[in-house]
Structure formats: structure tokens, C-alpha cells
């Protein structure tokens, strides 16, 4: 069966640009998550989407925004692009439930400059 | 606030050797702890789910533990091969601030070498 799909894989923006990233969960998966990774901060999280609704948010701030849509697919949109927002950004969906873990995505590299 | 360390954070062995990658976290009130492993840019792929209430959980020459009570997991490689050589990363998952879901929480990851 398909994995969980990112795109696009590589993106290069300028400071100050928005920027939106796509998201495919497995199919028949319902939660999808969003993380950050960098080199100096390791994999944080960014947010949880479950039936088109926000069920939990990080610590990032509200440039950071996202969406889920009824076919459960997900959006993640970053409005002024600053230079510390260069990272990996990584997808993860699953069965809606505490005892399923996450299947990740090959992530969309995300370059400002 | 839920931290988890890993130890070591590199590692590197002759090949065939059998390895242990240690995790410990700061809370125990956790659904479940999940081993990824992760080649250089790319994502996470998913090694082993372990639940709350499970003691280990078994994958060809993978094993993991899990010791709730005193917040550590294990995760050991037998008979490694050059083609393990990958960062391997734990995350335990726990309900969100908001009370749902389940969100993970990272280590920083072990960086692990098999040399011929």
C-alpha cells in the first residue's frame, strides 16, 4: 500500500516568502502530525490534525499555521519565511487511537535564504 | 514537560557485533514508545511499537524493551551489518497539552556506524 507522500521533496524560498507543504497520509489513516527537524533542535513538533480539526498545537509560533481536509489530507503553510525556518519538515499519519504509532513520510527539505 | 535522552549519542562497531541503544524518559504516563531509524536526509522509518503495557516487542534481529516504571527502553541490534548504519531515534507518545491525540516526543538520536 502507498506510504505517507510529501511533497514537493526540496523547496528554496526567500526570507519573507510564505510557503506550503503538502501531506498524503496512508489511506484510511486519520491523524496526521507535522514535525520540524533541524541540526540543532532535533524533531519537534509542529501540530496534530485529526478529522479536519486541530487537536494539538507546539510551541512554534503562529507563522506557522495548518489544515486538514475531509479526505484527510494536510496542508502546513509558514508565512514569513525567516532564515531559522530552513528544515526538514516531516508528515506522520495514523490509525486515530493511542495504541497505533505513526508512519513517517520522506519529508519536504525546505531552504531559506 | 515529557524530556527523553538517548544514549550514547554515536556509536561505532566492527561488523557481527551485538549492540544495546539506550532511551529514557522523564514522565511514565505514556501510550507507547516507538524505535525509528533514519538514513542521512531522508525520513523516519518505523522499527518497533511497543505499548504501555507491553514488556518488548521483537523484529527479525531487532529487540526492544520497555521499563515504564523507571522510564527506559532498549533497543538491540544483533549481529549488526554495515547496512544498519543509520541514526536511530526513540519517541514516546502521550497525550497532547489539549488532552487528545497522541503526540511524540523525540530523542536526539543515537548515530550508529557498522564498519567491515
Known amino acids: 500500500k502507498a506510504g505517507v507522500t510529501q511533497t514537493p521533496r526540496y523547496l528554496i524560498k526567500t526570507r519573507g516568502q510564505q510557503v506550503t507543504l503538502s501531506c498524503s497520509p496512508i489511506s484510511g489513516h486519520r491523524s496526521v502530525s507535522w514535525y520540524q527537524q533541524t541540526p540543532g533542535q532535533g524533531l519537534q513538533f509542529l501540530f496534530e490534525?485529526?478529522?479536519?480539526?486541530?487537536?494539538n498545537k507546539g510551541n512554534f509560533p503562529g507563522r506557522f499555521s495548518g489544515r486538514q481536509f475531509s479526505n484527510s489530507r494536510s496542508e502546513m503553510n509558514v508565512s514569513t519565511l525567516e532564515l531559522g525556518d530552513s528544515a526538514l519538515y516531516l508528515c506522520?499519519?495514523?490509525?486515530?487511537?493511542?495504541?497505533?504509532?505513526?508512519?513517517f513520510g520522506s519529508g519536504t527539505r525546505l531552504t531559506v535564504v | 514537560k515529557q524530556e527523553v535522552t538517548q544514549i550514547p549519542a554515536a556509536l561505532s562497531v566492527p561488523e557481527g557485533e551485538n549492540l544495546v541503544l539506550n532511551c529514557s524518559f522523564t514522565d511514565s504516563a505514556i501510550y507507547n514508545l516507538q524505535w525509528f531509524r533514519q538514513d542521512p536526509g531522508k525520513g523516519l522509518t518505523s522499527l518497533l511499537l511497543?505499548?504501555?503495557?507491553?514488556r518488548e516487542q521483537t523484529s527479525g534481529r531487532l529487540n526492544a524493551s520497555l521499563d515504564k516504571s523507571s522510564g527506559r527502553s532498549t533497543l538491540y541490534i544483533a549481529a549488526s551489518q554495515p547496512g544498519d548504519s543509520a541514526t536511530y531515534l526513540c519517541a514516546v507518545g502521550r497525550k497532547g497539552l489539549t488532552g487528545g491525540g497522541n503526540k511524540l516526543t523525540f530523542g536526539t538520536g543515537t548515530q550508529l556506524k557498522v564498519e567491515l
Open positions: 490534525y485529526f478529522s479536519e480539526t486541530q487537536r
Open positions: 506522520a499519519s495514523s490509525l486515530a487511537g493511542q495504541n497505533y504509532g505513526y508512519t
Open positions: 511497543i505499548q504501555s503495557s507491553q
